[in-house]
């Protein structure tokens, strides 16, 4: 069957083309600040081809389209363009050029390239121009086209922000500004760049942070829509002006009794920080002296900026750069890791409250994935501090968990039976923390071999979480610890063991990282004191069953002696491992010991906030 | 005391500097070919400082010279220096300058830095020019200017070559020839360089191993001093003619009862390969047509060669790659696989035999670090394929153990009692393989500190040798796995943990290595099938103790499934650990099972060629 609504819009749009002289029309899943998430403003690809992945680029061209996704989304990709007359191109399938070698076959000698350039980074515009210089292809970045297609547009994310206090940011706007301008005044180690003069900061959650501020703009990520610049003299943020009107309401406020009796607008002057309108970025760029070196992170930076940035000057004026911001922000300081293990505290006596909850109802209440979810995040909802969820929760049934990115729906979901286990992966967005958590459940019998790989999952969780390391290491050193049991049988999750997390910011963060494979890009953050980051080994066994068992650790000093700086992890989540799916034989002595000591630590720290009935529980739940 | 001998010799240089008008003079420690150990010939700036550790360069001007060494040479040079008028710059040392800083404060503007640009890799010469850039430093970098100062200078290395036999090299040089050559059509993916026409290799183990060569130019190296050019019609050798003079004779061939009844000048006309004189290369490089791409790996290239390369066209002609050879010559084929299984098997056995001679001589006949060494060699030299040791033997008793590059010598060395340990790292050059193994030994009572620290070794080798991996891990991946159980108690060993072997070539090749820290220049090498490579952790504990066990395994392919390709490493070495240096109680089940394993397949393996005593050893010795 015809779908008529997305072929009338791909026909508008090359008719547009058409007009414009573009040849192939490129679009993209993203924002102007390449966020994780990306709100309904922006979802141009789903309109023109229907297809609703979180990852895909459309190409369109005068008689033919194209959709780009990756394994994950295949089969629902093929349903949902169906009848669109949109080819799907499956990505790292043997045959199937890439999206730049489809491009560099097909596009005619002197031919247009249109795309929004600021749903485009750097990087990937300058590897366009670098593909496409031979042929001299024009690029027309500067229209998006759906800018008068899409008539019904969902309105651009424009919601109001709040200020972090101090006590609970632990360093002050002036601090951190300090901080970023002697980083800009270095060569950037990355890079091998010249020295910058200026800095312009777009990613969003980078600019949250050094501004002690936070947003509501992008799902689940606590940022606001915005810019900023940075030079000796002065310090510019590019915002909203709905994002600055009246009181800094902090979510809960009521709940958590604050009230900052000044709005974002004084916090920010206060700092000395000038207010811009978010859409003059571009004529602030324009006008900044031709000479004036700009140090941007082409990881991150629309290609639509760079071309600004560069344009005033024959020589080169853009250095590039890692955001100087990323490792500082990376680096929790002494009150954000006091407040974390305040707030991680909390959180772990909600999920076990849950995990409790759930054990004792299951079988006489009818359960599903999403009301298991809902009643977790009504145990959430419970902490004063609590602001959001940090991402849609995933609560997998059985073989619904072993889809790495499951999400049940209130149209298709599974219904919980007192046998088999529930995968449930989630974490809150609070006053003093951002939390991401992962157990898998027992709710009745499971089978020899869940216990199996639940011990081995346990079993690298453990071993990684106790490693002592030489200060240098980073996770591709360390990520083997969590991997081990698993390769051993020939077993493995396809993804990293675990990644960096924000501070009431977002869930993933870098530079930190846990994974093995060498990347192309060459960023391999040191583990350094204070950096948090999740353990999270699984095992998914498609149509069978999931597991995951996720805790988030910091990294801190340890002994220091003749052989350097040694180090460790403390650990941040403490809700009980499920001692109904583990296999105590297979578990090797010093695991078992890990297991006990982690358990016992659990109860502990857990007990005192529980009720007796659950008390007891917990007790019987972590003897091993 | 002043030493006047080397006061005159440099007076002598300065003089010759003022001629040609040289401000500085360096004298690194390196051949034309970047070999590890360095000929007598070379040895230039031991000839005018006195000072004669493997590691050093020598820096010169009109009223003052400097040497820069690192910290295992400190005391050495030091020592050497000592009135010489030479200051000695420890490297790595807080305030002390690197070599190029130095130069950076101190070269005047317009100055001029003189070398023999033959001893200076590409990559250091660029990395001067880059430096200078701004000073307008000129280089004169065309002389040695020892050559008339140094009357009476040891020859230039010229010893014969010799063929290896197809059944023992497993490839025919025409094969490898068309392996290099589809190589070099290939863009080179570490540099992101051009396509080349031409490649010019001048890294010697690569040159024997691609023409079936071996040589005796550099000690324990069986390398002949030559360059090879290659493009898609001619290949060329520049080779002195006494090394292809006469017959091929392969050392110790009538024990072999192996004659080859051709020379190496047969073996290459057959091979089609033009021989030139090894020293018309620069000649033959300033003929090439100035357009054409050649290929050099800038780590191992000469400066001189580079600047011969580079001017004769004005664009860019040098294409900068690792040598292809490289990582051909690193995976073992299956020949050389099972004639190195072969080898070092009959390689262990002469080591156990030297185990069991020791522990029943000890405390009857005097035994000294040298004269153990030596025993050591005649079992080796039993074996009818030995030629020559890989490398100097360690042997460190006791303390001197402790130090990492420890050589015992004639005048200087410990005597051996029964009591402690001996640490004996040694290996040989046999027609079938290059072998390198340790075993710290025990004579006698040990304490309960060198048990604890043998066990945490044993374990952490064991740990390795059961590792388990998915194909596209490197050595940086797996290296915490041996290091973990020393690590966790605040221990290190300040090296790596393994090195790549060679073929009846260098005893150290890479590019695979078992290292955690980030190398700069970014070669990580993943383990492929058939790479060998040590696994070497240890202890040292100055004044005291070292410890190291060391075997060598290589990387196997394993089970295939939906997770990938998995890997395992088979081991070559069979050599009992010493059961008396073993604690037990320590030792973590799992590796308890694989020590069993281990014990009881060198068992199984050696007894067959032992006499019924050193069997009845074997057996108690290898019994856990």
């Not at 046998?419 to 157990?439: A, F, N």
Request: glycine share 8%; proline share 4%; charged share 25%.
């Amino acid at each position: 069957m015809e779908n008529e609504l997305i072929r009338t819009r791909l026909q508008a749009l090359r008719a547009l083309m058409a007009e414009e002289k573009i040849d192939y029309y490129m679009i993209p899943t993203a924002d102007f600040h390449h966020s994780e998430y990306v709100s309904d403003h922006f979802k141009v690809r789903e309109y023109f081809c229907n297809f609703s992945g979180s990852n895909g680029t459309l190409l369109v061209w005068r008689d033919g389209a194209g959709l780009w996704t990756d394994g994950r989304y295949f089969i629902q990709a093929e349903k949902e363009l169906e009848g669109t007359g949109v080819t799907l191109y499956r990505m790292q399938e043997e045959g199937v050029p890439t999206i730049e070698d489809f491009l560099r076959t097909h596009m005619p000698e002197g031919g247009c390239l249109g795309f929004d350039g600021r749903t485009v980074p750097t990087k990937q515009g300058k590897k366009y121009e670098s593909i496409f210089q031979e042929k001299q292809v024009r690029f027309a970045y500067e229209k998006d086209l759906a800018e008068t297609l899409w008539t019904d547009r969902p309105a651009f994310p424009a919601g109001r922000m709040y200020v972090i206090p101090e006590d609970v940011a632990g360093r002050t706007v002036s601090e951190k500004l300090a901080d970023v301008r002697a980083k800009v005044r270095e060569k950037p180690e990355q890079t091998g760049g010249a020295k910058a003069d200026a800095f312009l900061l777009t990613k969003l959650d980078d600019i949250m942070w050094l501004l002690n501020l936070r947003g509501c703009d992008v799902e689940c990520n606590p940022v606001a829509m915005s810019y900023f610049y940075l030079d000796a003299d002065r310090a510019v943020l590019f915002i909203q002006k709905e994002a600055i009107a009246g009181d800094s309401v902090v979510p809960g406020s009521e709940r958590l009794k604050l009230k900052l009796n000044y709005g974002c607008g004084d916090h920010l002057q206060k700092c000395g920080i000038e207010i811009r309108e978010y859409g003059e970025i571009v004529d602030f760029l324009k006008r900044l002296p031709a000479g004036l070196k700009v140090m941007i992170d082409d990881r991150y930076c629309s290609y639509t900026l760079y071309k600004v940035l560069q344009m005033r000057h024959a020589g080169d004026n853009v250095i590039p750069a890692h955001n100087p911001t990323e490792a500082l922000k990376a680096v929790k300081n002494p009150v954000e890791l006091a407040n974390m293990e305040r707030i991680f505290l909390k959180d772990s006596v909600a999920l076990t409250r849950f995990i409790y909850w759930l054990k004792t109802h299951i079988g006489k209440t009818e359960i599903t994935e999403v009301s298991a979810a809902d009643k977790l995040e009504q145990f959430r909802r419970e902490i004063p501090e609590f602001i959001d969820l940090s991402f849609p929760t995933i609560a997998g049934y059985r073989a619904n968990a072993a889809m790495m990115h499951y999400e049940a729906t209130p149209e298709k979901h599974a219904v919980l039976k007192p046998e088999g286990m529930l995968l449930v992966d989630s974490g809150g967005q609070y006053m003093g923390g951002t939390t991401d958590v992962t157990r898998t459940i027992v709710l009745g019998p499971v089978s020899d071999e869940e216990k199996y790989h639940y011990t081995l999952v346990l079993q690298g969780m453990l071993q990684l979480t106790n490693a002592r390391w030489l200060h240098g290491c980073s996770g591709r050193n360390l990520d083997i610890l969590a991997r081990k049991p698993l390769w051993e049988i020939g077993l493995d999750y396809k993804c990293g063991t675990g990644h960096g997390v924000g501070y009431i910011l977002n869930v993933h963060e870098g530079p930190q990282s846990m994974r093995w494979r060498f990347a192309a890009d060459g960023v391999e953050a040191v583990l350094e004191d204070g950096m948090d980051i999740t353990n999270e080994p699984g095992v998914y066994i498609e149509g069978s069953h999931g597991i995951r068992i996720e805790n988030v650790m910091v990294a801190k000093k340890d002994t220091k002696n003749e052989y350097g700086q040694f180090m460790h992890f403390d650990t941040l989540t403490w809700v009980p491992v499920d001692m109904a799916a583990v296999d105590l034989q297979i578990l090797p002595g010093e695991s078992v010991e890990q297991l006990i000591a982690y358990q016992k630590t659990v109860f502990e720290k857990i007990s005192p906030y529980l009720n007796e009935e659950e008390r007891g529980w917990l007790l019987r739940e972590t003897t091993v």
